[in-house]
Nanobody, 123 residues
Framework: QVQLVESGGGLVETGGSLRLSCAAS????????MAWVRQAPGKEREFVVI?????????TYADSAKGRFTLSRDVAKNTVYLQMDNLGPGDTAVYYC???????????????WGQGTQVTVSS
């Protein structure tokens, strides 16, 4: 069993910043890849970023996140952080943490999902 807990969401003005956290607990031996996925109301889930906890060089951002979002790791604590800068209304969504053994952005093939944290950016 694996549990993922997200935190750090909230309301921010356009151009502002937020920092999200995701902590994995339980049987974490297969959570060596952790990802952020977001979903706006009425929209499909959208990949944001994925990172390997076994290789610090393995980090892949969606085009929408490049240059604005930065993922960091605390491997010993099975925790990842997402620093989000220059936020705009298009970033408004529920942000979910996900984890699993596959490193992929194509089909969101993750084994475990958190409950999500709401990010709202005012226009």
């Amino acid at each position: 069993q694996v549990q993922l807990v997200e935190s750090g969401g909230g309301l921010v003005e356009t151009g502002g910043s937020l920092r999200l956290s995701c902590a994995a607990s339980g049987q974490t031996t297969t959570t060596y890849n952790m990802a952020w996925v977001r979903q706006a109301p009425g929209k499909e889930r959208e990949f944001v970023v994925i990172a390997s906890l076994r290789n610090n060089d393995w980090t892949t951002y969606a085009d929408s996140a490049k240059g604005r979002f930065t993922l960091s790791r605390d491997v010993a604590k099975n925790t990842v952080y997402l620093q989000m800068d220059n936020l705009g209304p298009g970033d408004t969504a529920v942000y979910y943490c996900a984890a699993g053994e596959k490193y992929s952005i194509l089909a969101l093939p993750y084994n475990y999902w958190g409950q999500g944290t709401q990010v709202t950016v005012s226009s």
